[in-house]
């Protein structure tokens, strides 16, 4: 299985929709999880509103801090948004969304929108890396 982390600094929105949308998307073969460098209270209620609204349900979300164990699990680091250090990660991607805190709910919609398209993009990748992976040991297993 292939486990995927999302961090960011609170755990209370950008990173939990990304898990939501991830496992909303995916089958057996992976899986997501999220995470903060500053973890915080609870779930954002506008973001919960937001991804229910596309029928995802983000209610249970406990938000959690980064651990060295949770990191030493996952297979694909992404970062939510420039506001997190990347090199204590060495993630494979840092995604550029801004903590929307405050803002409009229509700003809400429009991260769930933009993260839904990433996450997408990401499972492709990911489906791609391991199927070029699984040809590769089938030829090198044909050639024994």
Not at 92 to 103: E, K, L
Request: charged content about 25%; hydrophobic content about 40%.
């Amino acid at each position: 299985m292939i486990r995927v982390l999302f961090i960011d600094a609170r755990n209370t929105a950008r990173s939990p929709m990304a898990e939501a949308l991830f496992n909303h998307l995916t089958g057996e073969s992976m899986r997501a999880y999220s995470c903060g460098t500053m973890s915080n209270g609870k779930v954002d209620p506008i973001a919960v509103k937001v991804l229910k609204e596309i029928g995802v349900d983000l209610r249970h979300h406990v938000p959690r801090p980064v651990t060295q164990q949770i990191l030493a699990d996952a297979d694909v680091v992404v970062l939510m948004g420039k506001d997190v250090y990347p090199r204590a990660f060495s993630p494979r991607a840092v995604w550029d969304f801004r903590d929307p805190t405050g803002q409009s709910i229509s700003s809400y919609r429009e991260l769930r929108d933009g993260i839904r398209l990433n996450v997408l993009k990401l499972i492709a990748e990911i489906r791609r890396t391991a199927s070029e992976s699984r040809e590769v040991d089938q030829h090198i297993a044909a050639s024994f």
